[in-house]
Structure formats: C-alpha cells, structure tokens
C-alpha cells in the first residue's frame, strides 16, 4: 500500500481517451443511423403519430 503507482495517466491522457472515445460512439452512432434508415419496411425505426405526443404537434392552437 505504500508503493507508488508506477504509472498515471495524466489530465492531457484523460482528454485525449475522452475525445477518441465520444467520436468513436459519434461514429458509432451515425453509422447505426445510417444502416437504420435503410432497412426493409417491418424493420425501419418508428415513428410515433403525433396524437401519441402533442407536445411535438406543431399545428396546435394558440392559446
């Protein structure tokens, strides 16, 4: 326990994991996106109709 860590990572190295980590998910994302998007019919994403969130509606009226 009184043994000093033989290595430690830096705050350079914590930015730089951090950063190749968010655009490998970035990447990640829109390529799952992608392919997503391109699916047969039973598979494609889903797109809820607006009476299921009339807070997304934006032909509502006025108050």
């Known amino acids: 326990m009184n043994q000093t860590p033989r290595w430690q990572p830096s705050f350079k190295w914590h930015v730089t994991v951090f950063g190749i980590v968010l655009v490998g998910c970035l990447i990640g994302f829109g390529i799952f996106s992608y392919v997503a998007a391109r699916l047969p ?10 009476a299921a969130m009339p807070w997304t509606n934006s032909q509502q009226e006025s108050l």
């Open 41 to 50: 019919a039973p598979y494609q994403p889903h797109h809820p109709a607006p």
